[in-house]
Protein backbone atom coordinates (compact mmCIF):
# COMPACT_ATOMS: atom_id res chain seq x y z
CA UNK A 1 0.00 0.00 0.00
CA UNK A 2 1.68 3.21 -0.89
CA UNK A 3 1.31 6.08 1.07
CA UNK A 4 0.20 9.90 0.23
CA UNK A 5 1.69 13.46 1.57
CA UNK A 6 -1.49 15.35 3.15
CA UNK A 7 -0.81 17.66 -0.17
CA UNK A 8 -2.01 15.07 -2.19
CA UNK A 9 -5.40 16.22 -3.32
CA UNK A 10 -4.14 19.47 -4.16
CA UNK A 11 -1.25 17.54 -6.02
CA UNK A 12 -4.10 15.69 -7.96
CA UNK A 13 -6.12 18.97 -8.39
CA UNK A 14 -3.30 20.60 -9.83
CA UNK A 15 -3.52 18.03 -13.24
CA UNK A 16 -0.08 16.05 -11.36
CA UNK A 17 0.76 12.97 -12.95
CA UNK A 18 1.55 10.68 -10.47
CA UNK A 19 3.83 7.94 -9.90
CA UNK A 20 5.11 5.41 -7.30
CA UNK A 21 8.36 6.53 -5.83
CA UNK A 22 9.89 4.55 -2.64
CA UNK A 23 6.63 3.39 -1.47
CA UNK A 24 4.95 6.67 -2.03
CA UNK A 25 2.44 8.28 -4.22
CA UNK A 26 4.05 11.88 -5.93
CA UNK A 27 4.00 14.01 -8.60
CA UNK A 28 5.97 13.24 -11.61
CA UNK A 29 5.12 16.53 -13.13
CA UNK A 30 2.17 18.87 -13.35
CA UNK A 31 2.11 18.96 -17.16
CA UNK A 32 5.36 20.00 -18.17
CA UNK A 33 8.99 18.50 -16.16
CA UNK A 34 10.65 20.80 -18.57
CA UNK A 35 8.92 23.94 -18.07
CA UNK A 36 9.04 23.19 -14.02
CA UNK A 37 12.93 23.06 -14.26
CA UNK A 38 12.82 26.26 -16.34
CA UNK A 39 11.29 27.79 -13.57
CA UNK A 40 13.37 26.84 -11.08
CA UNK A 41 16.44 28.16 -12.54
CA UNK A 42 15.04 31.54 -13.86
CA UNK A 43 12.39 31.86 -10.96
CA UNK A 44 10.56 29.71 -8.14
CA UNK A 45 9.26 26.11 -7.74
CA UNK A 46 7.99 25.02 -4.73
CA UNK A 47 8.43 20.82 -4.46
CA UNK A 48 6.29 18.61 -1.63
CA UNK A 49 9.07 16.34 -0.13
CA UNK A 50 7.10 15.51 2.97
CA UNK A 51 8.03 11.49 1.88
CA UNK A 52 11.31 12.62 3.41
CA UNK A 53 12.47 10.57 6.86
CA UNK A 54 12.62 13.24 9.72
CA UNK A 55 14.71 11.86 12.61
CA UNK A 56 15.10 14.19 15.74
CA UNK A 57 18.65 12.85 17.61
CA UNK A 58 18.49 13.71 21.29
CA UNK A 59 20.15 12.73 24.96
CA UNK A 60 23.27 13.46 26.52
CA UNK A 61 25.10 10.71 24.35
CA UNK A 62 23.97 12.62 20.87
CA UNK A 63 26.67 14.08 19.43
CA UNK A 64 29.23 11.71 20.25
CA UNK A 65 26.43 9.01 18.70
CA UNK A 66 26.39 10.92 15.40
CA UNK A 67 30.28 11.25 15.30
CA UNK A 68 30.24 7.42 15.54
CA UNK A 69 27.27 7.25 12.94
CA UNK A 70 28.46 10.31 10.37
CA UNK A 71 31.47 10.35 7.67
CA UNK A 72 31.46 13.62 8.41
CA UNK A 73 31.98 14.90 11.74
CA UNK A 74 28.78 17.14 13.71
CA UNK A 75 31.68 18.63 15.66
CA UNK A 76 32.23 21.01 12.58
CA UNK A 77 28.94 21.98 13.24
CA UNK A 78 30.25 25.36 16.17
CA UNK A 79 26.96 26.20 16.66
CA UNK A 80 23.20 25.63 16.57
CA UNK A 81 21.40 26.34 13.81
CA UNK A 82 23.88 24.80 11.16
CA UNK A 83 23.54 21.52 9.04
CA UNK A 84 25.73 19.40 6.84
CA UNK A 85 25.55 17.32 4.62
CA UNK A 86 27.15 13.53 5.19
CA UNK A 87 26.77 9.69 4.20
CA UNK A 88 26.29 7.16 7.15
CA UNK A 89 28.14 4.19 6.14
CA UNK A 90 28.43 0.48 6.65
CA UNK A 91 31.41 -1.45 8.26
CA UNK A 92 32.64 -2.34 5.00
CA UNK A 93 32.21 1.60 3.58
CA UNK A 94 29.73 1.63 1.80
CA UNK A 95 26.91 4.60 1.92
CA UNK A 96 23.92 3.13 4.09
CA UNK A 97 22.02 6.24 3.43
CA UNK A 98 22.94 10.13 2.70
CA UNK A 99 21.50 12.82 4.62
CA UNK A 100 21.53 16.32 6.21
CA UNK A 101 22.60 16.04 10.19
CA UNK A 102 21.70 19.87 11.96
CA UNK A 103 22.54 21.20 15.22
CA UNK A 104 19.56 22.52 16.75
CA UNK A 105 18.75 25.45 19.10
CA UNK A 106 18.23 22.98 21.98
CA UNK A 107 21.72 21.63 21.48
CA UNK A 108 19.68 18.38 20.39
CA UNK A 109 20.31 16.98 16.61
CA UNK A 110 17.64 16.60 13.75
CA UNK A 111 18.89 14.64 10.59
CA UNK A 112 16.53 13.84 7.23
CA UNK A 113 17.07 11.08 5.49
CA UNK A 114 15.72 9.49 2.41
CA UNK A 115 12.17 8.22 1.93
CA UNK A 116 12.90 4.57 0.25
CA UNK A 117 15.39 4.09 2.78
CA UNK A 118 13.48 4.73 5.78
CA UNK A 119 13.12 1.23 7.19
CA UNK A 120 16.70 -0.01 6.59
CA UNK A 121 18.11 3.86 8.13
CA UNK A 122 16.18 3.19 11.55
CA UNK A 123 16.86 -0.12 11.46
CA UNK A 124 21.35 0.61 11.34
CA UNK A 125 20.41 3.74 13.35
CA UNK A 126 19.50 1.75 15.92
CA UNK A 127 21.83 -0.84 16.03
CA UNK A 128 24.55 1.37 15.92
CA UNK A 129 23.12 3.40 19.39
CA UNK A 130 23.65 0.30 21.44
CA UNK A 131 23.94 1.49 25.05
CA UNK A 132 24.69 5.13 23.72
CA UNK A 133 21.79 7.65 26.14
CA UNK A 134 20.40 8.75 22.89
CA UNK A 135 17.28 8.70 21.71
CA UNK A 136 15.77 8.44 18.02
CA UNK A 137 12.51 10.03 17.39
CA UNK A 138 10.86 9.66 13.90
CA UNK A 139 8.53 13.10 13.15
CA UNK A 140 6.55 11.13 10.41
CA UNK A 141 3.12 13.22 9.53
CA UNK A 142 4.79 16.58 8.66
CA UNK A 143 4.84 18.41 5.92
CA UNK A 144 8.17 19.13 4.61
CA UNK A 145 7.96 21.91 1.27
CA UNK A 146 11.12 22.85 -0.53
CA UNK A 147 11.13 26.13 -2.54
CA UNK A 148 14.13 26.89 -4.66
CA UNK A 149 15.12 29.40 -7.12
CA UNK A 150 16.45 32.65 -7.12
CA UNK A 151 13.60 34.00 -6.38
CA UNK A 152 12.12 31.61 -4.29
CA UNK A 153 13.09 33.12 -0.97
CA UNK A 154 11.82 36.64 -1.60
CA UNK A 155 8.34 35.30 -2.40
CA UNK A 156 8.28 32.54 0.31
CA UNK A 157 9.34 35.50 3.07
CA UNK A 158 6.03 37.15 3.16
CA UNK A 159 4.55 33.34 4.05
CA UNK A 160 6.87 32.72 7.40
CA UNK A 161 5.84 33.58 10.87
CA UNK A 162 6.64 37.45 11.39
CA UNK A 163 9.10 35.98 14.33
CA UNK A 164 11.76 33.90 12.09
CA UNK A 165 11.40 36.02 8.53
CA UNK A 166 14.42 38.09 9.27
CA UNK A 167 16.31 35.18 10.83
CA UNK A 168 15.41 32.70 7.68
CA UNK A 169 16.26 35.77 5.47
CA UNK A 170 19.63 35.64 6.92
CA UNK A 171 20.30 32.15 6.75
CA UNK A 172 23.54 31.04 4.93
CA UNK A 173 23.79 27.81 2.91
CA UNK A 174 23.20 24.84 5.61
CA UNK A 175 21.77 27.41 7.94
CA UNK A 176 18.83 26.71 9.82
CA UNK A 177 16.37 28.61 12.26
CA UNK A 178 12.71 27.29 14.23
CA UNK A 179 10.09 28.19 16.38
CA UNK A 180 6.55 28.03 16.61
CA UNK A 181 6.51 24.26 15.28
CA UNK A 182 8.53 25.81 11.83
CA UNK A 183 11.87 24.26 10.74
CA UNK A 184 13.48 26.32 8.02
CA UNK A 185 16.84 25.60 6.62
CA UNK A 186 18.58 27.08 3.17
CA UNK A 187 19.08 24.01 1.48
CA UNK A 188 17.59 21.97 -0.94
CA UNK A 189 18.66 19.75 -3.91
CA UNK A 190 18.58 21.89 -7.38
CA UNK A 191 21.62 23.75 -7.22
CA UNK A 192 19.62 27.01 -6.51
CA UNK A 193 18.99 28.99 -3.55
CA UNK A 194 15.89 28.82 -1.31
CA UNK A 195 14.67 26.82 1.55
CA UNK A 196 13.28 23.56 3.05
CA UNK A 197 10.96 23.96 5.46
CA UNK A 198 9.37 21.89 7.90
CA UNK A 199 6.49 22.05 9.36
CA UNK A 200 3.14 20.53 10.92
CA UNK A 201 0.26 19.38 8.23
CA UNK A 202 -2.55 22.21 9.03
CA UNK A 203 0.75 25.08 8.28
CA UNK A 204 2.29 23.35 5.63
CA UNK A 205 -1.51 23.05 3.84
CA UNK A 206 -1.62 27.31 4.23
CA UNK A 207 1.79 27.86 3.47
CA UNK A 208 1.52 25.25 0.18
CA UNK A 209 -1.86 27.52 -0.87
CA UNK A 210 -0.20 30.66 -0.33
CA UNK A 211 3.10 29.59 -2.17
CA UNK A 212 1.07 29.02 -5.29
CA UNK A 213 -0.61 32.08 -4.83
CA UNK A 214 2.57 33.90 -4.60
CA UNK A 215 3.49 33.13 -8.24
CA UNK A 216 5.86 29.89 -6.96
CA UNK A 217 5.42 26.73 -9.35
CA UNK A 218 4.77 23.85 -8.09
CA UNK A 219 7.23 21.03 -9.52
CA UNK A 220 7.00 17.44 -9.30
CA UNK A 221 10.07 14.51 -8.96
CA UNK A 222 10.95 14.80 -12.74
CA UNK A 223 12.09 18.26 -12.16
CA UNK A 224 14.06 17.30 -8.82
CA UNK A 225 15.97 15.05 -10.92
CA UNK A 226 17.28 16.96 -13.79
CA UNK A 227 18.22 20.08 -11.81
CA UNK A 228 19.81 17.77 -8.95
CA UNK A 229 21.78 15.96 -11.89
CA UNK A 230 22.28 19.29 -13.12
CA UNK A 231 23.95 20.37 -9.78
CA UNK A 232 26.39 17.28 -9.83
CA UNK A 233 24.29 16.01 -6.58
CA UNK A 234 24.30 12.20 -6.09
CA UNK A 235 20.70 10.51 -6.18
CA UNK A 236 20.88 7.40 -3.41
CA UNK A 237 20.35 4.08 -4.66
CA UNK A 238 21.26 5.23 -8.65
CA UNK A 239 24.53 6.81 -8.39
CA UNK A 240 25.77 5.57 -4.75
CA UNK A 241 24.71 2.21 -2.40
CA UNK A 242 25.87 -0.17 0.17
CA UNK A 243 28.06 -1.42 -2.79
CA UNK A 244 30.09 2.26 -3.28
CA UNK A 245 31.52 4.59 -1.29
CA UNK A 246 32.07 7.93 -0.39
CA UNK A 247 34.97 7.89 -2.42
CA UNK A 248 33.68 6.68 -5.40
CA UNK A 249 30.60 8.70 -5.37
CA UNK A 250 32.51 12.30 -5.90
CA UNK A 251 31.96 12.29 -2.09
CA UNK A 252 35.76 12.20 -0.54
CA UNK A 253 34.98 15.58 0.57
CA UNK A 254 31.79 14.99 2.81
CA UNK A 255 34.34 12.42 5.23
CA UNK A 256 36.09 14.14 8.00
CA UNK A 257 39.07 12.47 8.44
CA UNK A 258 40.21 14.62 11.10
CA UNK A 259 40.69 13.81 13.92
CA UNK A 260 42.53 10.86 13.28
CA UNK A 261 41.02 9.46 16.56
CA UNK A 262 37.11 9.82 15.65
CA UNK A 263 36.44 5.96 14.71
CA UNK A 264 33.43 6.06 12.32
CA UNK A 265 31.48 3.07 11.45
CA UNK A 266 33.53 2.50 7.77
CA UNK A 267 36.78 4.31 8.91
CA UNK A 268 38.64 1.49 8.34
CA UNK A 269 37.43 0.31 5.39
CA UNK A 270 37.98 3.72 3.84
CA UNK A 271 41.25 3.73 5.40
CA UNK A 272 41.78 1.08 3.33
CA UNK A 273 40.11 1.51 0.21
CA UNK A 274 42.50 5.31 0.34
CA UNK A 275 45.50 3.27 -0.32
CA UNK A 276 43.71 1.52 -3.60
CA UNK A 277 45.68 2.77 -6.47
CA UNK A 278 43.30 1.38 -9.06
CA UNK A 279 40.06 2.64 -7.55
CA UNK A 280 36.81 4.08 -9.53
CA UNK A 281 35.73 7.42 -9.96
CA UNK A 282 32.10 9.07 -10.03
CA UNK A 283 32.30 12.19 -13.11
CA UNK A 284 30.29 14.32 -15.03
CA UNK A 285 30.11 13.42 -18.55
CA UNK A 286 28.60 16.08 -21.32
CA UNK A 287 27.77 14.22 -24.75
CA UNK A 288 29.45 15.50 -27.83
CA UNK A 289 27.00 13.98 -30.01
CA UNK A 290 23.15 14.28 -30.36
CA UNK A 291 21.17 11.10 -28.37
CA UNK A 292 21.03 10.61 -24.30
CA UNK A 293 22.58 8.65 -22.09
CA UNK A 294 20.64 6.71 -19.45
CA UNK A 295 21.57 4.93 -16.32
CA UNK A 296 23.26 1.25 -17.25
CA UNK A 297 24.93 2.45 -20.36
CA UNK A 298 28.61 1.41 -20.50
CA UNK A 299 31.30 3.50 -20.55
CA UNK A 300 34.61 2.69 -22.69
CA UNK A 301 38.17 5.08 -21.61
CA UNK A 302 41.09 4.59 -22.21
CA UNK A 303 41.84 3.34 -18.66
CA UNK A 304 39.38 0.76 -18.76
CA UNK A 305 35.07 0.22 -18.40
CA UNK A 306 32.64 2.05 -16.68
CA UNK A 307 29.07 3.01 -16.32
CA UNK A 308 26.79 5.90 -16.14
CA UNK A 309 25.04 6.14 -13.11
CA UNK A 310 22.61 9.23 -13.63
CA UNK A 311 21.50 10.12 -16.93
CA UNK A 312 19.42 12.05 -19.09
CA UNK A 313 18.54 15.25 -21.15
CA UNK A 314 19.87 18.62 -19.21
CA UNK A 315 17.31 21.52 -20.11
CA UNK A 316 19.60 24.20 -19.48
CA UNK A 317 22.53 23.24 -21.59
CA UNK A 318 19.64 21.23 -24.17
CA UNK A 319 22.15 18.36 -24.27
CA UNK A 320 22.33 15.16 -22.53
CA UNK A 321 24.76 15.27 -19.26
CA UNK A 322 25.67 12.25 -16.96
CA UNK A 323 26.97 11.34 -13.90
CA UNK A 324 29.46 8.06 -14.85
CA UNK A 325 31.41 5.88 -12.88
CA UNK A 326 34.83 4.95 -14.62
CA UNK A 327 38.61 4.13 -13.59
CA UNK A 328 40.92 6.88 -11.83
CA UNK A 329 43.00 7.45 -14.73
CA UNK A 330 40.37 8.09 -17.27
CA UNK A 331 40.80 12.02 -18.17
CA UNK A 332 39.36 14.24 -20.84
CA UNK A 333 37.11 11.95 -23.23
CA UNK A 334 35.35 8.57 -23.49
CA UNK A 335 32.43 7.27 -24.91
CA UNK A 336 29.40 5.88 -23.80
CA UNK A 337 27.71 2.98 -25.46
CA UNK A 338 23.85 4.36 -26.37
CA UNK A 339 22.39 1.04 -27.88
CA UNK A 340 24.23 0.12 -30.97
CA UNK A 341 26.11 3.14 -30.85
CA UNK A 342 29.30 4.33 -29.03
CA UNK A 343 29.16 8.12 -28.95
CA UNK A 344 31.68 10.29 -27.53
CA UNK A 345 31.30 12.43 -23.85
CA UNK A 346 33.56 14.74 -22.54
CA UNK A 347 34.67 13.91 -18.79
CA UNK A 348 33.60 17.36 -16.42
CA UNK A 349 33.78 17.32 -13.41
CA UNK A 350 30.42 18.28 -11.70
CA UNK A 351 28.13 20.26 -11.20
CA UNK A 352 27.00 21.23 -14.69
CA UNK A 353 24.99 24.09 -13.64
CA UNK A 354 24.75 26.08 -10.28
CA UNK A 355 22.85 29.13 -9.59
CA UNK A 356 21.38 29.14 -12.82
CA UNK A 357 25.29 29.08 -14.74
CA UNK A 358 26.45 26.89 -16.67
CA UNK A 359 29.65 25.89 -15.46
CA UNK A 360 31.48 23.47 -18.14
CA UNK A 361 32.87 24.20 -21.31
CA UNK A 362 30.19 22.71 -23.61
CA UNK A 363 32.58 19.90 -26.22
CA UNK A 364 32.01 22.20 -30.04
CA UNK A 365 31.41 25.68 -28.60
CA UNK A 366 27.91 26.55 -29.26
CA UNK A 367 25.24 24.52 -29.68
CA UNK A 368 23.15 23.01 -32.68
CA UNK A 369 20.69 21.10 -31.27
CA UNK B 1 -9.23 11.67 -24.03
CA UNK B 2 -6.95 11.64 -26.90
CA UNK B 3 -7.44 12.47 -30.04
CA UNK B 4 -7.78 10.22 -33.39
CA UNK B 5 -7.85 11.86 -36.83
CA UNK B 6 -10.54 9.93 -38.93
CA UNK B 7 -8.15 10.32 -42.01
CA UNK B 8 -5.16 7.94 -40.96
CA UNK B 9 -4.54 4.25 -40.43
CA UNK B 10 -3.44 3.05 -37.46
CA UNK B 11 -1.12 0.13 -35.32
CA UNK B 12 -1.91 -1.50 -32.54
CA UNK B 13 2.35 -0.44 -31.54
CA UNK B 14 0.33 3.45 -31.73
CA UNK B 15 1.69 4.70 -35.26
CA UNK B 16 -0.38 6.30 -37.58
CA UNK B 17 0.30 6.19 -41.46
CA UNK B 18 -0.81 8.90 -43.86
CA UNK B 19 -1.20 7.78 -47.55
CA UNK B 20 -0.12 10.03 -50.07
CA UNK B 21 -1.24 10.60 -53.61
CA UNK B 22 2.16 9.73 -54.71
CA UNK B 23 2.07 5.98 -52.82
CA UNK B 24 4.67 7.44 -50.46
CA UNK B 25 3.27 7.22 -46.11
CA UNK B 26 4.29 9.71 -43.71
CA UNK B 27 4.29 7.74 -40.31
CA UNK B 28 4.17 9.51 -37.32
CA UNK B 29 3.38 8.39 -33.15
CA UNK B 30 -0.30 9.37 -31.94
CA UNK B 31 -1.86 11.72 -29.74
CA UNK B 32 -1.79 9.15 -27.11
CA UNK B 33 1.43 7.72 -27.50
CA UNK B 34 3.07 11.04 -27.11
CA UNK B 35 1.23 11.60 -24.04
CA UNK B 36 2.36 8.11 -22.39
CA UNK B 37 5.82 8.66 -23.33
CA UNK B 38 5.92 12.36 -22.15
CA UNK B 39 8.04 15.65 -23.09
CA UNK B 40 10.60 14.43 -26.26
CA UNK B 41 13.84 15.97 -25.78
CA UNK B 42 15.56 13.62 -29.04
CA UNK B 43 14.14 11.72 -32.26
CA UNK B 44 17.10 9.28 -33.98
CA UNK B 45 15.45 9.19 -37.77
CA UNK B 46 16.86 6.69 -39.99
CA UNK B 47 18.95 7.74 -43.11
CA UNK B 48 17.03 7.77 -46.24
CA UNK B 49 17.35 4.78 -48.17
CA UNK B 50 17.33 3.02 -45.10
CA UNK B 51 14.81 -0.10 -45.64
CA UNK B 52 12.28 -1.91 -43.09
CA UNK B 53 10.29 -5.24 -42.64
CA UNK B 54 7.12 -4.20 -40.83
CA UNK B 55 7.55 -4.31 -37.41
CA UNK B 56 11.50 -3.48 -37.47
CA UNK B 57 12.19 -0.64 -34.65
CA UNK B 58 13.08 2.51 -37.60
CA UNK B 59 13.14 5.69 -34.77
CA UNK B 60 13.82 6.10 -31.46
CA UNK B 61 12.09 8.52 -29.22
CA UNK B 62 13.46 10.00 -26.31
CA UNK B 63 11.50 11.51 -23.65
CA UNK B 64 12.73 13.02 -20.30
CA UNK B 65 11.93 9.50 -18.64
CA UNK B 66 12.67 6.90 -21.27
CA UNK B 67 14.05 5.63 -24.49
CA UNK B 68 11.32 4.20 -26.50
CA UNK B 69 11.40 2.32 -30.11
CA UNK B 70 9.11 3.45 -33.05
CA UNK B 71 8.23 0.00 -35.02
CA UNK B 72 7.87 0.37 -38.90
CA UNK B 73 4.13 -0.16 -39.59
CA UNK B 74 4.89 -1.56 -43.12
CA UNK B 75 7.69 -2.51 -45.10
CA UNK B 76 9.86 -0.04 -47.17
CA UNK B 77 12.27 2.49 -47.62
CA UNK B 78 12.71 5.70 -45.56
CA UNK B 79 11.99 8.68 -48.00
CA UNK B 80 12.85 11.52 -45.66
CA UNK B 81 12.47 12.22 -41.86
CA UNK B 82 11.32 15.28 -40.16
CA UNK B 83 14.06 17.75 -40.78
CA UNK B 84 12.30 20.07 -38.28
CA UNK B 85 12.66 17.30 -35.14
CA UNK B 86 16.64 17.84 -34.82
CA UNK B 87 15.86 21.08 -33.53
CA UNK B 88 12.57 20.79 -31.99
CA UNK B 89 11.49 17.56 -30.66
CA UNK B 90 8.71 18.87 -28.81
CA UNK B 91 7.04 19.29 -31.78
CA UNK B 92 5.84 15.48 -31.43
CA UNK B 93 4.41 16.36 -28.58
CA UNK B 94 2.42 19.52 -29.59
CA UNK B 95 1.19 18.74 -33.19
CA UNK B 96 1.69 14.96 -33.62
CA UNK B 97 -0.24 14.17 -36.60
CA UNK B 98 0.86 17.34 -38.49
CA UNK B 99 4.55 19.38 -37.56
CA UNK B 100 5.44 16.05 -35.53
CA UNK B 101 5.60 13.84 -38.23
CA UNK B 102 8.74 11.53 -37.88
CA UNK B 103 9.38 9.60 -41.35
CA UNK B 104 8.02 9.39 -44.66
CA UNK B 105 8.65 5.75 -46.32
CA UNK B 106 8.29 4.16 -49.64
CA UNK B 107 5.86 0.69 -48.98
CA UNK B 108 7.39 -2.40 -50.57
CA UNK B 109 4.09 -4.04 -50.33
CA UNK B 110 1.20 -1.68 -50.27
CA UNK B 111 -1.45 -4.78 -48.94
CA UNK B 112 0.35 -4.34 -45.53
CA UNK B 113 -1.40 -0.81 -45.66
CA UNK B 114 -5.02 -2.71 -45.39
CA UNK B 115 -3.73 -4.53 -42.33
CA UNK B 116 -3.49 -1.55 -40.29
CA UNK B 117 -6.36 -0.24 -38.30
CA UNK B 118 -9.32 2.64 -39.57
CA UNK B 119 -9.48 5.75 -36.90
CA UNK B 120 -12.66 3.88 -35.21
CA UNK B 121 -11.38 0.69 -34.76
CA UNK B 122 -7.94 2.33 -32.72
CA UNK B 123 -10.02 4.45 -31.06
CA UNK B 124 -11.88 1.51 -29.78
CA UNK B 125 -8.48 -0.58 -29.26
CA UNK B 126 -7.90 2.94 -26.79
CA UNK B 127 -11.01 2.53 -24.87
CA UNK B 128 -10.43 -1.33 -24.26
CA UNK B 129 -6.88 -0.56 -23.01
CA UNK B 130 -8.21 2.44 -20.98
CA UNK B 131 -6.64 5.17 -23.10
Known sequence: ?369 | MSEVPDNLKYSSEHEWVRLEDDGSVVVGITDHAQAALGELVYVEVPEAGQTFNKGDACIVVESVKAASDVYAPVSGACQAANPALGDAPELVNQSPYEGGWLVRLQPSDPAELDELMDAEAYARLLAESGG
Open chain 1, 1 to 369: MTQRTPLFDRQVAAGARIVDFGGWTMPLHYGSQLDEHHVVRQAAGIFDVSHMTVIDVDGADAETYLQTLLANDVARLKSPGRGLYSCMLSHSGGIVDDLIAYRRDSGEFRIVVNAATRESDLAWMDSVAGDCAVTLTERPGSIMLAVQGPEACERAAPLLPDSLRAAALGLTPFGCVEGEGWFIARTGYTGEDGWEIIVGAEAGLVLWDAAVAAGIRPCGLGARDTLRLEAGLCLYGQDMDQGTSPLVSNLAWTVAWDPDKRNFVGRQALEDERKQTDAHKLVGLILDDRGIMRPGQRVITAAGAGVVTSGGFSPTLRRSIALARIPGMAAESCQVEIRAARRVAKIVRPPFVRYGKILVDLPGGHLEI
